[in-house]
Structure formats: C-alpha cells, structure tokens
C-alpha cells in the first residue's frame, strides 16, 4: 500500500466535540517554576492526542464498506429489495457499516486490529478481503477520547483513513508480541486460537480538537509518545477527588479573583495529562476551566502525587494513597 497522504477530504466528517461554554475564556494558572496566570499552558499536542487514542485504551469504531452483494448486516441472503422494504432507501444507499474495534499498535506505532473470530466484523472482513494477505479493503478508524466520569465533552477525536489488510497466520504471534511489547493486553494471548490480528495501513491521520482539525503526519504520528497518565486517568482522578480534595478547592479559590472566588459552588476535576489538569468550576451561574500545569511532564503514573504536592501543598509529602 502507498505511503501517508495529506488529501484534505479524506475520512468521515468530523465535528468539534470540545466547544467550551459561550462567552468563557479558560485560565490558565501554573504551578511554581511553570508561567503565570494568564499565560499559556502546556498541553497535548495533536500527534500525541493521535498516538493516545491509537493505543487503543478506547474502542474506536471501523468503518467498512458494504458487502459486494449488497447484503445488510445480520441478514444474510436478503437482495436490495428486500433491504429497502425492511430499512427504507436510506439503508439502501448507506455505502458503509460501523463495526466497534479493539485497535492497538505496535512497538513502533503500527496500527493493528484485535478481531474476535466469527464475529460480526470478522465476517465482514472475510468478506472484503478473503482468507489471503496483502489485499486491503478500504477503511476508516474513529476513535472518540471520553474524559473522566464524563463531566465534560469529548477532547480530541482520532480518524484514520487506511486500508486493511489480512496477516498470514504465522506472522500474526510475532504481531502479537510487538503489540504486547507497547501495551501488555491479556487477548493478545488469544491470537492464533480465537482471535486475530489485521493490520491498518495508514493514509491519513486526523485529530480534531478544541483548536480545530489537524493534520498529523508519518513523522510526527511514529515520534510522539502516548499520554502515559491517560490509562489510568479515571482512577487517578477518583484518587485526585478523595485524597486531594481540600487542597483542590484551595488551589481554585486562589486561583480565582476574589469576587470569583466567593461565588463557586462545584469544582470538578475534568481531565488529567502527563502536562497538568484541567478543572471546570461553576461561577455562580457560569462555568470556568482551569488549567494547573505541572512544573515538568510527568513519565508514569507514579510522578503524580509529588506534582500534586508540589503544587497545591500537600501534607502527604508526596506519598502515593
């Protein structure tokens, strides 16, 4: 297959999900040793929200193109006909199917698809492509980032626009044993026996985000680094909640002006990166979103207590609770 493109009209439509509320300009308050209220906060950027979300952490949705014969999914055997009296003309014009995917990538960024056998998508792919190898199907992976106890809308929104392609059997446990290599995934065991593995051949990549949609390239997408916070994220957030709450609400209450301040009714901790937190307050009426930067990234889930600490003032002393 040919390498990545930058064809601007390729992939499904894509909207932001991430529109803040009308008329709020977000704050940005660092921590010691990182920039002033006001400045601006370090953050994901669009090559890292890609690599993120191809990690598969979140199920994407694999859009495929219908069977040659026009058959509707779990209708085997029905003609156009019939399609259309069952599910009207817009079934019958539909051109794909949405299948919901555990996608995952290699040790060097590859992208991958873990296909339970005899599933839906499976037939579906059996289907497009046979039992051979190297013969790609037109596709499109779409994965949606769902932010902690979803208080928020969506972040980011990764679309891959690719082909996939069938691996032969033997090739599949080597596979497996890269995939496991960049995120250990206990069905990876199951490669070979009742699960298999195809390969997504990239041509585009695409992360929308608050500031828009964004093109990723081959070089940007193979170097950037998974968040390695964003895993665990609602578990560190319940933690952040329960063990830091006091110093949480300090923190907002100075990061606030003083009129402000004396208004909040709830604080509510709405996304956590290797770069900070973002935190949605309600003003009286109004909602504000803070972001607390960190004073450095942070490289694994451990380095979070003593950034907490450090920058709302913790009696733990950094310990992990």
């Known amino acids: 297959m040919t390498g990545w493109t930058t064809t601007p009209d390729c992939g499904p439509e894509r909207t932001d999900h991430n529109s803040r509320a009308s008329g709020q300009v977000p ?20 090559a890292q929200w890609a690599r993120t979300l191809a990690r598969g952490t979140v199920a994407g949705l694999l859009h495929l193109p219908r069977p040659p014969h026009g058959h509707a999914p779990g209708h085997p055997g029905e003609d156009a006909r019939e399609g259309q009296l069952r599910g009207g003309a817009a079934a019958h014009e ?47 992976l779409d994965v949606l980032d769902v932010p902690p106890g979803q208080a928020a809308l969506p972040r980011a929104r990764l679309g ?3 082909w996939v392609e069938g691996v032969p059997v033997a090739e599949q446990h080597r596979l497996a044993q890269r995939a496991a290599a960049a ?24 992360v929308t985000t608050d500031t828009g949609v964004h093109l990723v ?5 193979s170097t950037a680094t998974p968040d390695p916070l964003y895993e665990d994220e609602d578990h560190l957030v319940t933690h952040l909640e329960a063990a830091h709450r006091d110093a949480l609400v300090g923190w907002v209450l100075g990061a606030l002006e003083p009129q402000e301040a004396r208004r909040v009714r709830e604080v509510a901790v709405v996304g956590l990166d290797r770069y900070g937190l973002d935190v949605l307050c309600t003003v009286g009426s109004a909602t504000t979103r803070l972001r607390a930067a960190f004073a450095e990234p942070l490289g694994d889930p451990s380095q979070l207590a003593g950034a907490l600490c450090g920058a709302f003032g913790c009696p733990c002393g950094g310990r992990r609770g």
């Open 183 to 206: 995120r250990p995934l206990g069905s990876l065991l199951d490669v070979g026996s009742t699960r298999s593995l195809w390969r997504l051949e990239v041509a585009d990549v695409r």
């Open 94 to 140: 539909r051109r794909t199917d949405p299948f919901r995917v555990q996608h995952l990538t290699d040790d060097r960024g590859g992208l991958l698809l873990l296909v339970e056998d005899a599933s839906p998508l499976h037939e579906r792919l059996l289907d497009l492509l046979g039992t051979g190898a190297g013969r790609g199907t037109a596709a499109v």
């Open 217 to 221: 390239g081959e070089e940007a997408f």
């Open 160 to 162: 891959v626009t690719g």
């Open 27 to 46: 704050r940005t308050r660092g921590v010691p040793g990182t920039p002033s209220p006001g400045a601006t906060s370090p953050a994901q950027s669009p």
